[in-house]
């Protein structure tokens, strides 16, 4: 084994340093803790200097913070509250959605229409995600997923109120009727 693929724990002895532990392994780097003058190095992997006194062999693939970061983006990707593009009705862009209390002693709060629009688009996100959980779950039986579906069926008649601000008719509500 090379001293280039070592694992963290292994002890190395430098020329100059001395003895030293492997804390942690990056792409072209290690972090060494040395005994002698208890300092913490960072030294290059190809260095050939090194001598081997107890070797510790990576029991995974060594992961490096590029890795972690693409690990972490690539999950908040698949988790994140993005919907996907769907165009709001040209007549709506730049508009407004003005709530008015009955209460005329209070103030009324307008929404600019884009962020009202994609509040509903992610609701009806949210409807397809607990459809898909509620058809795949494995302690439902098709009883219970029907009696489950009914209720999502409702809520997107419900929400067929909003079809007016889609652009295309295929992006909107659908209720149990199938029809607007």
């Not at 290059?44 to 070797?55: C, L, P």
């Not at 769907?86 to 209460?103: H, M, T």
């Not at 629009?117 to 494995?138: P, T, Y």
């Amino acid at each position: 084994m090379s001293a280039s693929d070592l694992a963290p724990g292994s002890k190395l002895r430098h020329p100059k340093f001395g003895v030293g532990m492997i804390l942690s392994v990056d792409e072209k780097y290690y972090k060494l803790y040395f005994y002698d003058s208890e300092e913490i190095k960072t030294l290059g992997r190809d260095y050939d200097g090194f001598e081997i006194e107890e070797a510790k062999k990576p029991d995974f693939p060594i992961l490096t913070q590029k890795d972690v970061e693409k690990a972490i983006k690539d999950a908040l990707i698949q988790t994140s509250e993005r919907a996907p593009i769907i165009p709001l009705g040209g007549k709506w862009i730049g508009g407004s959605v003005v709530l008015n209390p009955g209460d005329e002693g209070l103030q009324s709060k307008e929404i600019p229409m884009d962020t009202f629009f994609h509040k509903v688009v992610m609701v009806r996100e949210k409807l397809r995600v607990l459809e898909q959980n509620i058809n795949n779950h494995s302690k439902l039986d098709d009883e219970d997923r029907v009696h489950l579906q009914q209720y999502i069926t409702r809520c997107y008649g419900s929400l067929t109120t909003f079809n007016v601000l889609f652009a295309y008719k295929e992006d909107q509500f659908k209720g149990s009727g199938g029809k607007d």
